[in-house]
């Protein structure tokens, strides 16, 4: 008999993934991404089934960014939470979802930040949602300093895109690697390993809505990307899902930049930018920054930044490394 050629017959699984990584933190980023994957199996299957469930909407409260908060939001949240703590790696978690760092004495001495559902705004239109992640090693410093720790302090980090697949991106050192849930063994199988961001791409993401508020170094890149000039690839083309897991991934894969910069003072209220440093910027740029990427404020390495509190925000342009390098230019005047 054939084999089938619609299966990978060699494809290695999340974890046996896990089970082969090396270094110090080999065990502790082992536990913290299991249980992160098997969370996400959970809410993939809590996404699929929340209309006929009723859990769409609202919860009636709003989070400590000020922002309405849904029923799968605190969901997905205590799902995450309770696999965390299940492993006794994590020791402190820092989640969009919950106002204070949560210490849960896990041993293994991990920080584990978190968005537990991403791009909220599409969860009642069923729109492509994720989680992200990301792992840090305690300092030593005790907690508060561990609550608030730069991106470099990063030893794994990654996101789950819940879309007509399920897949969890991860980068724990060593290249960036996507795995897609198998939902028949409710295992995540690796089906592109070594992923590298294209050195350009021809797309940008950014929410149009926010032109009055951009600064004029924001207007004049996007001024650029849209001109014509047949030479460079311009005009690039627009995408923007409203959901960085989403529009982030279509950079990954295909290249490009994603933006969702500071507003110009006075024009706005989200003058530190709207994504959250932590749990948003800093994973994503870490996947970014190892796939061969770029991740800035505009002006400054976005994993360099010190928080200046668990949810502290930044302005973030994301992608391939000359396009991210070109928006620079903009905001250094060299262009
Ligand atoms: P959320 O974590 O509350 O969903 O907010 C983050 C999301 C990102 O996924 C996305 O890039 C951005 O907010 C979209 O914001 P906007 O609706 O202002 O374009
Ligand atoms: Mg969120």
């Known amino acids: 008999m054939s084999a089938d050629p619609g299966r990978?017959?060699?494809?290695?699984?999340?974890t046996r993934h896990l089970g082969r990584l090396g270094g110090p933190h080999a065990t502790g980023v082992a536990a913290v991404v299991g249980a992160m994957a098997s969370a996400a199996v959970r809410i993939a299957d809590a996404l699929a089934r929340a209309a006929v469930d009723g859990r769409t909407g609202g919860a009636g409260t709003v989070n400590v960014q000020g922002e309405a908060v849904k029923k799968l939001d605190l969901w997905a949240n205590d799902a995450v939470r309770d696999a965390l703590a299940a492993t006794g790696a994590a020791y402190l978690l820092v989640s969009e979802e919950m106002e204070a760092p949560l210490e849960l004495g896990g041993a293994?001495?991990?920080?584990?930040?978190?968005?537990?559902?991403?791009?909220?705004?599409?969860?009642?239109?069923n729109g492509v949602v994720?989680?992200?992640?990301?792992?840090?090693?305690?300092?030593?410093?005790?907690p508060e300093r561990d609550a608030v720790l730069p991106g470099t302090a990063?030893?794994?980090?990654?996101?789950?895109?819940?879309?007509?697949?399920?897949?969890?991106?991860?980068t724990a050192g060593a290249g960036v690697h996507v795995f897609t849930l198998d939902r028949a063994r409710g295992e995540f199988v690796l089906t592109q390993p070594g992923v590298r961001i294209p050195a350009r791409?021809?797309?940008?993401?950014?929410?149009?809505?926010?032109t009055a508020h951009w600064v004029p170094e924001v207007a004049g890149f996007v001024r650029h990307l849209k001109a014509i000039d047949v030479a460079s690839g311009r005009p690039y083309t627009a995408r923007y899902a409203g959901s960085l897991v989403a529009d982030f991934h279509r950079m990954l894969l295909e290249g490009g930049v994603f933006l969702y910069p500071a507003d110009a003072a006075g024009q706005g209220k989200l003058t530190s930018g709207k994504l959250r440093l932590q749990y948003e910027a800093a994973p994503i740029a870490l996947v970014a920054e190892t796939a061969g990427g770029r991740a800035s404020t505009g002006t400054r390495r976005i994993l360099e930044l010190e928080p200046a509190s668990p949810h502290?925000?930044?302005?973030?342009?994301v992608g391939s490394p000359e396009d991210v390098a070109l928006a620079e230019d903009f905001y250094a005047q060299r262009h």
């Open 8 to 14: 990978r017959p060699e494809a290695e699984l999340l």
């Open 108 to 125: 293994g001495g991990y920080v584990v930040c978190f968005d537990p559902v991403d791009g909220s705004s599409n969860l009642d239109i």
């Open 130 to 142: 994720g989680t992200i992640f990301s792992v840090r090693a305690r300092s030593g410093r005790g």
């Open 154 to 170: 990063q030893v794994a980090a990654g996101y789950v895109m819940y879309g007509p697949a399920t897949q969890l991106v991860l």
């Open 201 to 210: 791409g021809r797309t940008y993401s950014i929410n149009e809505g926010n």
């Open 312 to 317: 502290a925000r930044v302005s973030l342009i």
